[in-house]
């Protein structure tokens, strides 16, 4: 008996795009996606976007990354048993922070943006700046299109 992989989404024109569907616990007692919830999505598309690249976030070698900044603008709400698609976009870097562009989506509907500010750190939670293998390997997905699983 074989176990399904979970969907890691895709890369298209250098935005990841996963599908999410949403739950009875990412809901408050409306059926309303809770606003804090959207954070999650979003941290779900950018560990995804990791993955996809071939870098995910707990692999010894490439670090690790905080949040140190995050803001956010919700449009219209999400609710129980809707499909959504969430979309990361790598923007750059400026010193050591990752700029990262989000959205999520309900067919055409944008529901919520935000703009990540992410710092590059060590294994003891030391700020680096990214490797320039790194910031190449980050560079040469902004226009690439890579299917996951």
């Known amino acids: 008996m074989s176990i399904d992989t ?34 999650r999505f979003f941290e779900r598309g950018r560990s995804e976007m990791l993955r996809v690249m071939g870098t995910p976030p707990d692999r010894e070698d490439h670090g690790a990354f905080a949040v140190t900044r995050l803001t956010i603008d919700y449009r219209a709400a999400a609710r129980i048993h809707d499909a959504l698609l969430l979309s990361t976009r790598f923007e750059g870097t400026k010193g050591p ?15 919520c943006e935000a703009e990540v500010i992410a710092v590059a750190i060590h294994g003891d939670g030391r700020v680096r700046k990214p490797s320039a293998t790194e910031l190449a390997h980050w560079e040469a997905y902004k226009t690439h299109s890579l299917n996951g699983r």
């Open 6 to 39: 979970p969907s890691i989404g895709r890369i298209e024109n250098g935005e990841h795009l996963l599908a999410v569907r949403v739950y009875y616990e990412d809901t408050d007692f409306t059926g309303v996606v809770y606003h804090a919830n959207y954070l």
């Open 97 to 111: 922070r990752l700029i990262f562009r989000q959205s999520i989506s309900r067919d055409a509907t944008v529901l």
